[in-house]
């Protein structure tokens, strides 16, 4: 039994002992990586392999994440703020009148935060309470037109841009990325999630 120390995370063993064969087969020799691809899985031979599509995924994200930014930006409000006003949008155009607890849940926010949250929006002049007209219990919280209005006219770009997008595929291709991405949905669930 050696008395040396193991190498700390990060650093190269001292010694020239060979990888293990389970480490040989997990980590694939750096000629045989896509460095581009941010992943350390190897590359195939294949017009676009997983890897290429995953890398694709993984650069759509970082664009969408860009593009909230400079919305919010524009707005100049924060995340849970742009999050909320599109769902009240959302809401307001499918012809219901969403409830304290409605955003709460649609934003997994406890009640004291969402309370916090609905008190800025009207504050600000973004939203404000109103009777419920179905729940006489419960407070309803009504978009304001012009605020309808913003978040369309900053949304609606990026929106036809992408539903343009979608559109150029054909039927199958559709059919093809509904179901990889559900799968992809799937897969970074957790099961406590389900």
Known sequence: MSSETPPSPGESPTTSEPLPT??????????????SSGYWYPKSSGSCSSVDLLSLLREYRGA???????????????????????????????????????????????PASTSAL???????G?????????????VGLEILGETDREVKATLSGMHARMIHATEALTEAERAGAAKFLTGLIHSVRSDSDV
């Open 22 to 35: 389970a480490v040989k087969l997990l980590v694939p020799p750096p000629s045989e990586v896509s460095e």
């Open 64 to 110: 969408e994440k860009a593009m909230r930014a400079r919305t919010r930006k524009t707005m100049n409000m924060n995340e849970t703020d742009l999050l909320a006003l599109t769902f009240l949008v959302r809401q307001r155009s499918a012809g219901r009148i969403c409830r304290q607890r409605d955003l709460a849940q649609a934003l997994n926010m406890t």
């Open 126 to 138: 973004y939203i404000r309470r109103a009777p419920h007209p179905e729940d006489r219990r419960s």
């Open 118 to 124: 609905v008190d800025r929006l009207s504050r600000d």
